[in-house]
Protein backbone atom coordinates (compact mmCIF):
# COMPACT_ATOMS: atom_id res chain seq x y z
CA UNK A 1 0.00 0.00 0.00
CA UNK A 2 1.16 3.56 -0.75
CA UNK A 3 -0.08 4.95 2.80
CA UNK A 4 0.89 3.82 5.98
CA UNK A 5 -0.28 5.53 9.42
CA UNK A 6 2.22 5.92 12.66
CA UNK A 7 0.97 5.64 15.78
CA UNK A 8 3.27 7.21 18.14
CA UNK A 9 1.83 4.86 21.35
CA UNK A 10 0.22 1.43 21.29
CA UNK A 11 -3.58 1.04 20.29
CA UNK A 12 -4.60 -0.17 23.87
CA UNK A 13 -3.00 3.45 25.21
CA UNK A 14 -5.00 5.48 23.03
CA UNK A 15 -7.88 7.25 24.83
CA UNK A 16 -10.77 5.93 23.45
CA UNK A 17 -12.30 8.66 21.72
CA UNK A 18 -8.99 9.17 19.88
CA UNK A 19 -8.67 5.51 18.71
CA UNK A 20 -12.21 5.87 17.42
CA UNK A 21 -11.17 9.19 15.15
CA UNK A 22 -8.09 7.23 14.11
CA UNK A 23 -10.40 4.62 12.77
CA UNK A 24 -12.85 6.73 10.70
CA UNK A 25 -9.93 8.35 9.53
CA UNK A 26 -8.53 5.32 8.03
CA UNK A 27 -11.76 4.15 6.31
CA UNK A 28 -12.21 7.38 5.18
CA UNK A 29 -9.05 7.19 3.24
CA UNK A 30 -10.08 3.48 2.43
CA UNK A 31 -13.37 4.80 0.61
CA UNK A 32 -11.41 7.56 -1.29
CA UNK A 33 -8.42 5.69 -2.18
CA UNK A 34 -9.66 1.80 -2.84
CA UNK A 35 -6.73 0.73 -1.12
CA UNK A 36 -6.50 -0.72 2.46
CA UNK A 37 -4.15 1.26 5.27
CA UNK A 38 -1.56 -0.55 7.08
CA UNK A 39 -1.21 0.87 10.55
CA UNK A 40 2.46 0.47 12.05
CA UNK A 41 2.77 0.71 15.80
CA UNK A 42 6.25 2.59 16.58
CA UNK A 43 8.58 0.18 18.20
CA UNK A 44 8.91 0.37 22.08
CA UNK A 45 12.50 1.80 21.75
CA UNK A 46 11.63 4.47 19.90
CA UNK A 47 8.98 5.65 21.83
CA UNK A 48 10.79 8.14 24.04
CA UNK A 49 10.14 11.89 23.15
CA UNK A 50 13.03 12.89 24.52
CA UNK A 51 16.77 12.50 23.11
CA UNK A 52 19.53 11.49 25.44
CA UNK A 53 22.11 12.20 23.04
CA UNK A 54 24.49 15.05 23.87
CA UNK A 55 26.82 16.36 21.13
CA UNK A 56 30.33 16.95 21.41
CA UNK A 57 31.01 20.63 21.98
CA UNK A 58 34.37 21.91 20.50
CA UNK A 59 35.96 25.72 19.99
CA UNK A 60 36.39 27.73 16.75
CA UNK A 61 39.48 29.10 18.05
CA UNK A 62 42.01 27.92 20.96
CA UNK A 63 41.83 30.15 23.83
CA UNK A 64 44.43 33.04 24.39
CA UNK A 65 47.22 32.58 26.97
CA UNK A 66 46.88 32.80 30.33
CA UNK A 67 47.53 36.07 32.14
CA UNK A 68 47.38 38.16 34.65
CA UNK A 69 47.73 38.20 38.81
CA UNK A 70 49.80 35.12 39.60
CA UNK A 71 46.78 34.62 42.52
CA UNK A 72 44.07 34.29 39.91
CA UNK A 73 46.11 32.13 37.44
CA UNK A 74 45.40 29.14 40.18
CA UNK A 75 41.69 29.27 38.48
CA UNK A 76 43.09 27.99 35.55
CA UNK A 77 41.55 23.99 34.50
CA UNK A 78 39.14 24.45 37.11
CA UNK A 79 34.91 24.93 36.34
CA UNK A 80 32.35 26.09 37.94
CA UNK A 81 28.40 25.76 37.58
CA UNK A 82 25.35 27.37 38.27
CA UNK A 83 21.60 26.38 37.11
CA UNK A 84 19.65 29.73 35.96
CA UNK A 85 16.21 28.89 34.96
CA UNK A 86 15.87 25.99 32.01
CA UNK A 87 19.82 26.26 32.12
CA UNK A 88 22.86 25.26 33.13
CA UNK A 89 26.11 27.44 32.80
CA UNK A 90 29.55 26.35 33.49
CA UNK A 91 32.84 28.66 33.43
CA UNK A 92 36.36 27.46 33.31
CA UNK A 93 38.53 30.57 33.44
CA UNK A 94 40.79 31.16 30.77
CA UNK A 95 39.10 28.23 28.62
CA UNK A 96 35.46 28.56 27.97
CA UNK A 97 31.89 29.55 29.07
CA UNK A 98 29.33 27.18 28.14
CA UNK A 99 25.30 26.56 28.48
CA UNK A 100 23.18 23.40 28.96
CA UNK A 101 19.24 23.25 28.69
CA UNK A 102 18.65 21.03 31.60
CA UNK A 103 14.75 21.19 31.26
CA UNK A 104 13.01 18.12 28.75
CA UNK A 105 13.23 18.81 25.16
CA UNK A 106 13.18 17.05 21.78
CA UNK A 107 16.06 19.75 20.66
CA UNK A 108 17.81 20.97 23.91
CA UNK A 109 20.23 23.11 23.48
CA UNK A 110 23.85 22.53 24.87
CA UNK A 111 26.83 24.75 23.35
CA UNK A 112 29.46 27.54 23.74
CA UNK A 113 29.25 30.66 25.01
CA UNK A 114 32.70 31.94 24.45
CA UNK A 115 36.22 31.11 24.17
CA UNK A 116 38.39 33.23 26.74
CA UNK A 117 40.14 35.99 24.73
CA UNK A 118 41.09 38.76 27.51
CA UNK A 119 40.65 40.83 30.69
CA UNK A 120 38.23 43.15 31.23
CA UNK A 121 39.88 46.68 32.66
CA UNK A 122 38.15 49.49 34.02
CA UNK A 123 40.46 52.28 34.65
CA UNK A 124 43.56 50.84 36.72
CA UNK A 125 41.15 47.79 38.06
CA UNK A 126 40.56 44.03 36.12
CA UNK A 127 37.14 43.73 36.49
CA UNK A 128 36.41 40.27 35.11
CA UNK A 129 37.11 38.22 31.69
CA UNK A 130 35.63 38.48 28.03
CA UNK A 131 35.05 35.67 26.11
CA UNK A 132 34.35 35.65 22.35
CA UNK A 133 33.84 33.48 19.51
CA UNK A 134 30.65 31.00 20.70
CA UNK A 135 28.74 29.44 18.81
CA UNK A 136 26.47 31.70 16.31
CA UNK A 137 23.80 33.62 17.18
CA UNK A 138 21.74 34.14 13.73
CA UNK A 139 24.10 36.66 12.61
CA UNK A 140 26.44 37.22 15.18
CA UNK A 141 28.55 35.30 18.05
CA UNK A 142 27.65 34.86 21.41
CA UNK A 143 30.17 36.39 23.96
CA UNK A 144 30.38 36.27 27.58
CA UNK A 145 31.44 38.68 30.18
CA UNK A 146 32.25 37.08 33.59
CA UNK A 147 32.80 39.62 36.78
CA UNK A 148 35.14 38.97 39.26
CA UNK A 149 33.71 39.47 42.79
CA UNK A 150 35.03 39.37 46.58
CA UNK A 151 33.37 36.38 48.10
CA UNK A 152 34.29 34.38 50.77
CA UNK A 153 33.66 30.95 48.72
CA UNK A 154 34.20 30.30 45.03
CA UNK A 155 31.15 29.75 43.12
CA UNK A 156 29.28 31.32 39.76
CA UNK A 157 25.90 33.18 39.97
CA UNK A 158 23.97 36.05 38.61
CA UNK A 159 23.41 34.97 34.96
CA UNK A 160 21.71 37.66 32.89
CA UNK A 161 21.48 37.96 29.12
CA UNK A 162 21.58 42.00 29.11
CA UNK A 163 21.36 41.90 24.71
CA UNK A 164 20.47 38.90 22.78
CA UNK A 165 23.50 35.80 22.87
CA UNK A 166 25.53 38.82 25.33
CA UNK A 167 25.77 37.08 28.37
CA UNK A 168 27.26 38.59 31.65
CA UNK A 169 28.15 36.53 34.88
CA UNK A 170 29.67 37.05 38.33
CA UNK A 171 32.26 35.11 39.80
CA UNK A 172 32.41 34.87 43.33
CA UNK A 173 35.99 34.19 44.86
CA UNK A 174 38.17 35.01 47.70
CA UNK A 175 40.96 35.22 45.48
CA UNK A 176 39.78 38.96 44.97
CA UNK A 177 39.40 40.39 48.11
CA UNK A 178 42.76 40.88 49.47
CA UNK A 179 44.00 44.76 48.40
CA UNK A 180 45.13 45.12 44.89
CA UNK A 181 43.91 41.62 44.31
CA UNK A 182 42.54 43.08 40.97
CA UNK A 183 45.11 46.41 40.22
CA UNK A 184 46.73 46.45 36.86
CA UNK A 185 49.82 48.63 38.47
CA UNK A 186 51.10 45.09 40.16
CA UNK A 187 51.60 43.56 36.74
CA UNK A 188 53.22 46.47 34.68
CA UNK A 189 56.77 46.80 34.31
CA UNK A 190 58.59 49.62 35.02
CA UNK A 191 58.45 50.91 31.36
CA UNK A 192 54.63 50.20 30.85
CA UNK A 193 53.95 51.86 34.23
CA UNK A 194 55.75 55.01 32.93
CA UNK A 195 53.22 54.71 30.01
CA UNK A 196 50.49 54.25 31.52
CA UNK A 197 51.11 57.49 34.34
CA UNK A 198 52.25 59.43 31.11
CA UNK A 199 49.30 58.62 29.26
CA UNK A 200 47.32 59.52 32.10
CA UNK A 201 48.65 62.87 32.72
CA UNK A 202 48.53 64.34 29.04
CA UNK A 203 44.71 63.52 29.68
CA UNK A 204 44.86 65.06 33.21
CA UNK A 205 46.46 68.42 30.93
CA UNK A 206 43.75 67.98 28.31
CA UNK A 207 46.36 67.17 25.66
CA UNK A 208 44.28 63.94 25.05
CA UNK A 209 40.64 63.38 24.94
CA UNK A 210 39.07 60.85 27.24
CA UNK A 211 39.11 57.90 23.91
CA UNK A 212 42.67 58.89 23.12
CA UNK A 213 43.31 57.50 27.11
CA UNK A 214 41.41 54.67 26.47
CA UNK A 215 43.35 54.07 22.87
CA UNK A 216 46.26 53.97 24.59
CA UNK A 217 45.77 52.52 27.98
CA UNK A 218 44.71 49.34 25.80
CA UNK A 219 47.87 49.10 23.99
CA UNK A 220 49.97 49.15 27.41
CA UNK A 221 47.67 46.25 28.53
CA UNK A 222 48.31 44.60 25.45
CA UNK A 223 51.87 44.82 25.90
CA UNK A 224 51.66 43.53 29.37
CA UNK A 225 49.38 40.35 27.75
CA UNK A 226 46.46 41.64 29.47
CA UNK A 227 44.41 42.07 26.65
CA UNK A 228 45.21 41.09 22.94
CA UNK A 229 46.91 43.39 19.80
CA UNK A 230 44.54 44.18 17.03
CA UNK A 231 46.55 41.78 15.14
CA UNK A 232 46.06 38.97 17.26
CA UNK A 233 42.28 39.53 17.04
CA UNK A 234 42.48 39.14 13.72
CA UNK A 235 44.56 35.85 13.87
CA UNK A 236 41.79 34.37 15.66
CA UNK A 237 39.51 35.31 12.96
CA UNK A 238 41.68 33.27 10.57
CA UNK A 239 42.29 30.67 12.77
CA UNK A 240 38.22 30.35 12.63
CA UNK A 241 37.95 30.47 8.82
CA UNK A 242 40.12 27.65 8.65
CA UNK A 243 37.37 25.55 10.52
CA UNK A 244 39.89 23.64 13.00
CA UNK A 245 38.40 22.91 16.11
CA UNK A 246 39.68 22.97 19.67
CA UNK A 247 39.40 21.03 22.81
CA UNK A 248 36.96 22.05 25.13
CA UNK A 249 37.28 22.03 28.98
CA UNK A 250 34.56 21.11 31.17
Not at 81 to 88: L, N
Not at 143 to 162: D, G, H, Q, Y
Not at 182 to 197: A, C, F, I, R
Amino acid sequence: PRYGIQLVNNLSSMKPILLQSSLLLICLLESLTGENIKIVETPASNRNYYSSSTKELTLRVPPSNISGPLHLQQLAGKCFVTEHKDYSYSICPFHNVTQKEVRQSWNRFEGVLGVWQEWLVENDTLTGQHFTMGEMCTSADREAKVMFKCSTVTKLSNVTEPSTCHYSLVLNTPLACFEGAMQVYHLLSPEQLKKWDQHDEEYYNEEITYQGLTKRRREVLADAGLVLHPDMVASRIEKDKSKSRYTLLS
